[in-house]
């Protein structure tokens, strides 16, 4: 059992940064792969960014690769996604999810547990 939580979200003018964290429980936090996924008015919750177990290995959605970045410290139970370059494309509700294996899935229903979420909001 994994509860999450996410923070970090708010209000940011495009071009500008933010980082988004994700605070877990559980002592084996390290045996999930954790995931980003975004969902925006009136369309699909879809994948952001994944990270596997141990850290090592990480994938990213077309649409936000060479200006996200996730990781995590499993020390902490932490995962972060810190944002740059950010777009009003990239207005959305981002969740944090965690998933029962080594590598993180893209699609939303391989997820075990998910965050509350929180919002971030892009402006022109």
């Known amino acids: 059992q994994v509860q999450l939580v996410e923070s970090g979200g708010g209000l940011v003018q495009a071009g500008g940064s933010l980082r988004l964290s994700c605070a877990a429980s559980?002592?084996?936090?390290?045996?999930?792969?954790m995931g980003w996924l975004r969902q925006a008015p009136g369309k699909e919750r879809e994948f952001v960014a994944g990270?596997?177990?141990?850290?090592?290995?990480?994938s990213y959605a077309d649409s936000v690769k060479d200006r996200f970045t996730i990781s995590r410290d499993n020390a902490k139970n932490t995962v972060s996604l810190q944002m740059n370059s950010l777009k009003s494309e990239d207005t959305a509700v981002y969740y944090c999810?965690?998933?029962?294996?080594?590598?993180?899935?893209?699609?939303?229903?391989?997820?075990?547990?998910w965050g509350q979420g929180t919002q971030v909001t892009v402006s022109s």
């Open positions: 999810a965690a998933a029962r294996r080594q590598f993180a899935p893209r699609e939303e229903y391989e997820y075990d547990y």
């Open positions: 559980g002592r084996t936090f390290s045996t999930y792969a």
């Open positions: 990270i596997s177990w141990t850290g090592g290995s990480t």
